[in-house]
């Protein structure tokens, strides 16, 4: 059974930074795309980076140079490294993952950004 498990959500101030960590179980982490979205309040979810196997990350316009996504397939795990945390920053991150049956979502981990 896969499963992801997010954490490293908090309240933080305008300007701070927070990491938030995704382990993931139940599936061959180091073959798979790794995402993290994000829903805020009253919005849809949207994609903020992404990382192949092979390392290469993208970054939604509104995150690029302020979010650093990684990984280490040693312990199944993505990152999601924040700084210069904005309030529009806010909202519910979740890790995403998905094999040959079905995409597999984290249940998610609450970030605070107040100015």
């Known amino acids: 059974q896969v499963q992801l498990v997010e954490s490293g959500g908090g309240f933080v101030q305008a300007g701070g930074s927070l990491r938030l960590s995704c382990v993931v179980t139940?599936?061959?982490?180091?073959?798979?795309?790794m995402r993290w979205y994000r829903r805020a309040p009253g919005n849809q979810r949207e994609l903020v980076a992404a990382m192949s196997p092979a390392g290469s990350p993208t970054y939604a316009d509104s995150v690029k140079d302020r979010f650093t996504i990684s990984r280490d397939n040693a312990k199944n795990t993505v990152y999601l490294q924040m700084n210069s945390l904005k309030p529009e920053d806010t909202g519910d991150y979740y890790c995403?993952?998905?094999?040959?049956?079905?995409?597999?979502w984290g249940q998610g981990t609450q970030v605070t950004v107040s100015s």
């Open positions: 139940g599936t061959t982490f180091s073959s798979n795309v």
């Open positions: 995403y993952t998905q094999n040959m049956v079905r995409g597999y």
